[in-house]
């Protein structure tokens, strides 16, 4: 009998491997790029640990190296206002006690959250979230440490691409849900909207405006379910594919 509830199966633990692989060349990165933007050396560290947010703390440490620390605060609360819809999808998961909803909204980024909405099974879902941002969190900080001491060799993640390594994975997590129509037309409508304002909003508010795709879900749909009419005759004949016997194709 399968332990749903307790023993993490081989699919997932791969699954946390692969990211948590990206995760260290993407921290390598961050810690190279602070490095060389002349930070001192406690500072990736202090980020990492503290906030723990990859895309705010590349953002951060470019503004803060420009001599704008204020700026810095401002866009990374811009840009990581998406945990709050995020955390109100994962809330059950965490739990009810403090401690736990102290240390489960810090561990909550883009992949956990993701990780952890496609598991169904309430069990499932707490272990998934759990192992994934616990594996993320570690997997990160290990990688600013590579990057500190390799000092900038890393060089900008763009350049190697490896910027994208977190949305490949993204999609790659969403794509099983994408087969129900009205989950692909919300998805697509948000991918629009964020792709479209990204020239005109600063960063992270395109982001936020891809929620309005939800929007779609209240659109009236055309069309339903075929009733049968009344034919020349006066008579209304019974729809032929739910005749008994009659299988549709």
């Known amino acids: ?10 699919a997932l633990l791969r699954d946390a491997a692969a990211i948590a692989a990206a995760m260290v060349a993407v921290g390598a990165s961050f810690g190279a790029i602070a490095i060389a933007y002349g930070l001192p050396t406690w500072v990736p560290f202090v980020m990492s640990t503290v906030v723990f947010a990859g895309g705010a703390q590349f953002l951060a440490v470019g ?3 420009a001599g704008n620390p204020l700026a810095a605060v401002v866009a990374g609360l811009l840009l990581n206002a998406r945990h709050l819809p995020f955390g109100l999808a994962v809330a ?6 403090w401690r736990d909803r ?3 909204s810090h561990l909550m980024t883009d992949e956990t959250v993701a ?3 496609r598991e169904e099974h309430p069990a499932r879902r707490r272990r998934t979230y759990w192992l994934i941002g616990t594996t ?4 990160w900080n290990t990688g600013t440490l590579l990057g500190v001491l390799l000092g900038g060799a890393t060089g900008d993640p763009a350049a190697l691409g490896l910027d994208a390594a977190f949305p490949a994975g993204l999609i790659a997590l ?20 964020a792709v479209l304002l990204t020239p005109v909003l600063p960063a992270g508010l395109p982001v936020l405006a891809a929620l309005l795709g939800l929007f779609v879900l209240f659109v009236p749909r055309r069309g339903g379910p075929h009733r049968p009419g009344p034919t020349p005759d006066g008579q209304t004949h019974p729809d032929p594919e739910r005749s008994e016997g009659v299988v549709p194709c």
Do not use: E
Request: proline share 6%; glycine share 10%.
């Open 1 to 10: 009998m399968r332990t749903t509830g307790r023993t993490p199966d081989r």
């Open 63 to 65: 503004l803060i190296a």
């Open 92 to 97: 059950p998961t965490i739990g009810t006690r």
């Open 102 to 104: 102290l240390l489960g």
């Open 115 to 117: 990780f952890t909405l």
């Open 136 to 139: 993320l969190f570690v997997s």
């Open 174 to 193: 969403i794509l099983p849900s994408l087969r129900d129509g009205t989950t692909r037309a919300v998805a697509l409508t948000g991918a629009a909207l």
